[in-house]
């Protein structure tokens, strides 16, 4: 007979996560703040529940995928959360990107319950997720990783792990975001002095794409950038914003200043402001083209 | 009987690719401002000359590979220079990294003799250049591309090309570097973060350079700056900085601001004045440390 | 017989502050978290009290000068606070530094409590309060304005009003102290200039001071940067960072970016790592020399 | 009989300055490149030549206050300058805004013809020269300082002497343009997150252009930024840009980075290519507006 597990969290990523884990013959509790979202999962065999505190039984595992901090919180200590439901020897597996220092407090929360809290954040869009292609940073308690293997095998296709801290794999997910959000914004200020040259954007990234940057974000978000297509958004700008601004406070709390992050952040900001918010977070290189006097 | 041509500037670069020519059958005459720099190539068959100008016979082909824009136009135009020999037919294959703007204004000139001026800036270091690993971008009059081509090929391992502008390939060389200058910046603020909370920073570029940035730059520079390793330089720290001026000043030419290249600008000048002008380029990270008040 | 008021916070501020109320004829009671510092104002007559509740009877007024946002809650709603004991037609004249949205926060539960919020946030120092020159920014409910007025005519040369919102005159504290940081950043930029180009400090921030820059900020803070005399500190390095992030996430909650108070952020951040967070603020400049190479 | 001197430049600043030597008595040859700007010179007594070395006397004055550094390199040692007539005793009042490289080359060339070369830039608008009010620097060979002291008190309120160094003054005036533009950018972002927040912008000027910012830059620059308008122009946005290049160039060459004039130089940069060179150089302030999504 098949594990149970519980799974909170069917958005863009959460869905197609929920579906391999099923696919690899898990029996899936399921729940979701807008319910709705969990009716192509009921009819693949997931079993839906109403309160988080019920997609488990006591010493099991919850992979949460969830938007935000807040609704983290709320899942696990909020009304009807699963925190004391899960109680001794469960683990929650929380896959979603939040800040360290909540995962750090979650953690303590866990451990007073005798539970577990293991960061588990991943790298890719939906469609990797649906390919099992996400990476995965891990960090947290070792005796709850060999338990959670098998679950992440059939999610990503490799596991980072990073140690006891269980702020440890959140900081890896947002210097990660950080890395990307620095390589959008280089190759948009490049591109635009190729373009403002008489050069042809597109042949531009092709180069680097095959050479020096042969890798997926400069081949991906380059040919984005370089055709200058922001729509429809694969990651919203706003929530490039939050994390921006997740990595700053990350930041702050180390006592480091992050030149570059605070001029991504001001960028985001920005062009939330001009109402871009619901664009690709590539669409921070309309700022870039409007500085350089280009009108698109 | 192999076809003869004239090599200028025998430094770390000049000194593997003349060799390569030599090696794929050229017969090459030799220039170095230090003619001392040009013996082990006599040795081995090239024949030295005591003016720029005496490297090459009216119409022939002049590779160059000096130091910035000024050492080019000192062997082009300068006393004793080989712009009025050269004439009608000859090809400038000028592989410096210099601006834009000076390739156009030395095409000009070469045009007015007759002769054609291409662009043909390279990337990679000198092992990529003893290797023929280079990539080349080219760029300036078609008619002188196809003879060139065989030289490029026993030089490099491809070539792109840009169009007529002779400023172009240039401008693609500016723009390779400012990449990669904002990816070292970028990494240098993520390991930073990363260490400030404890993890390893070669943990980190590890799981990113196999992952999302799983190409030489992020892989190789991130090894440099994960172990802060800024000796012995394979590119001085004052040419990045010089390399950022040119890219500040065909950015003033195209009348667009580029905050990363400000921000990158500003932090090599302090590492200048600070007196790393000699170590590695990606020494900026010791920067990104101090900042965040690390002694190292 | 003299109107009866509250005073609490007896720090820098606070301490000559509440004996120019007394000097004024208000019998005070007083309140700070460590007692002894109410002792030389007891000499004078202030009466102490143990709780931040005890400084006030029902419908009374209750001055607050103290730290930060979460000191100012702790005696508001805290145990101990006033707010319950305040009533209808008290009024709380909160006069220290603290977020906009902390600001309203407050207004909202002392309405609630049928009492009335009124924000006065400070400029000038120590000396300047003794002196009574201290500026006021004033906002809040109407009704409560002309009954402090008195209080606030004892305590400084001049009141603006900035109309209803509570958090308004908090906004203008903070562009206030924005403006003068960016000015001392400004300052120590154009003097390591000069320095670097072998004019004195001094003979600079002179001319400006006499001329387009002829007001106390340029003046005062000029001399301090240009001897670079940094300790003691008037007001605390990292009271400063304090502020620049309270003026980064009133501006992140406005939507918009502030390029000066990020890099001002990043400077104060870079200090405070480097341990000059006990310095005065003016020790900004200490980074700038050092980023042009100059031992000090 | 009252002295003769030369007078190059009659623009805007150059034809009051005129005047005013006129007044005190002086017998004036003038010269500008587009003759029609001497014309009400003319009536008043001046006498118009026809090339620049025509103004003046072997041992004579010429007094400069031209465009740019290459206008006044071309009537000094351009095709009828006047440096060779200048010659011995000569003196050269230099008084428009150009590198102190440039200052100081032309001194070295004036040096060797026997001449000496003063720098005096001034500080104030078109208004502020016809009413004797500028504020100038002044630096170069003691020799010839006391010489010209009545021809500066015709034509200012006060002179600032930076010493031997003919470079000196130049730098001064240009910390000076910076300082200014730095508090325009300060007083852009202050004035829009109050704005933001439902604060009137101008009643925030008004408070700080009375209490901590009382002085000329703030009051006046402030009225205009807060008003928002910036036609007609007093100082052109796209002369902004040139003096933050030569600001930046003069810290180039001194070694050192100076953030806030990179972060100058990229909005005024900006605000360039959206075609705003023709405003006044405070419209820099739009930019600040429109990053924070108020469309104007």
């Known amino acids: 007979m098949s594990e149970q597990i519980g799974f909170i969290g ?9 579906q391999n884990l099923l696919k690899a013959g898990y029996a899936l509790r399921v729940y979701n703040r807008s319910s709705s979202k969990a009716e192509s999962l009921v ?19 919850v992979v ?15 009304e009807g959360g699963f925190l004391e439901r899960l109680g001794p020897n469960g ?14 407090k979650l953690a303590e929360l866990h451990a007073k319950h005798g539970s577990m809290y293991l960061a588990a954040p991943v790298f890719g869009r939906p469609d990797a997720a649906a390919a099992r292609k996400l990476y995965i ?6 005796a709850g990783k060999e338990r959670v293997k098998p679950i992440l ?48 954007r597109s042949k531009v990234i092709n180069m680097f794409g095959q ?27 706003s929530l490039g914003l939050k994390d921006m601004n997740l990595v700053l406070q990350t930041a702050e709390s180390a006592q480091m200043p ?15 402001a001009r109402g871009r918010g619901d664009m690709d977070w590539s669409a921070l290189a309309m700022g870039v083209s409007e500085d350089a006097g280009l009108q698109k």
Do not use: W
């Open 211 to 237: 050479t020096n940057f042969a890798c997926p974000i400069y081949q991906n978000y380059g040919k984005t950038i370089a055709e200058e297509r922001y729509t429809p958004a694969g990651f919203l700008l």
């Open 91 to 104: 683990i929650h597996l929380s896959m979603s990107t939040v800040s360290p220092a909540t995962a750090r």
């Open 43 to 61: 009819t693949q065999g997931a079993q839906p529940v109403s309160r988080a505190g019920d997609v488990v039984e006591p010493g099991g595992i």
């Open 258 to 272: 992050m030149p570059f992050a605070s001029l991504l952040h001001d960028r985001f900001m920005a062009s939330v």
């Open 137 to 142: 940073s891990l960090s947290g308690p070792q």
């Open 10 to 18: 069917l958005g863009n990523m959460g869905q197609p996560m929920a």
């Open 153 to 200: 095998n059939a999610l990503g296709q490799s596991v980072y792990d990073f140690g006891d801290d269980p702020g440890a794999a959140n900081v890896i997910k947002l210097t990660g975001n950080f890395l990307i959000a620095s390589a959008m914004e280089a190759m948009a200020e490049a591109l635009t002095l190729a373009e403002k040259n008489g050069i042809e």
């Open 64 to 78: 949460t995928m969830v938007a935000n901090d807040s609704a983290l919180e709320s899942v696990v200590s909020g």
